[in-house]
């Protein structure tokens, strides 16, 4: 699968503790930001998401870290989407931009919930498989 996206961003003071490091819990901040991105991309974002129908909760955010962020860094963050037909699954990577090194990497799971009933749905809508299916049939992103 071949459905990724890249984007760069300063580190801000506000996200870093009082050694100018970036606090632990920003990292899934960043993850985030990148997950945001790639939804765009596909072409449902959270906003289409509830317009759908559904919301896709995290269910489940694995974390390595590998080096530490500081303030002023630039930060490479990749998110790749993993999996896709019975949940929302993207790997991360993030990456100092400035070095190249690898500073974190990590993955997040959503599962697919009908906004109306409650409802668990163990298998992805077909709004979001088939923009999936049409992106990795054109190559991916």
């Not at 945001?36 to 390595?64: H, Q, R, W």
């Not at 990456?95 to 959503?110: A, H, P």
């Not at 498989?129 to 990795?136: A, F, G, P, Q, S």
Request: glycine letters at 6%; proline letters at 2%; one cysteine or more.
């Amino acid at each position: 699968m071949n459905l990724s996206t890249e984007i760069t961003f300063k580190v801000d003071f506000n996200d870093c503790d009082p050694m100018k490091v970036v606090w632990h819990g920003n990292y899934i901040n960043y993850f985030e930001k990148a997950r945001c991105a790639l939804l765009d991309k596909i072409g449902y974002n959270y906003i289409d998401m509830e317009e759908s129908g559904y919301m896709f909760p995290v269910t489940e955010v694995k974390v390595k870290y590998v080096r530490s962020l500081r303030f002023g860094d630039w930060c490479r963050a990749k998110a790749t989407l993993t999996e896709y037909e019975n949940m929302i699954k993207i790997s991360f990577e993030l990456y100092n931009s400035e070095t190249g090194e690898l500073t974190t990497k990590g993955t997040v799971s959503q599962m697919c919930i009908n906004i109306k009933t409650g409802e668990t749905q163990f298998v992805c809508p077909k709004i979001w498989t088939d923009k999936v299916e049409r992106l990795l049939s054109q190559g991916g992103l």
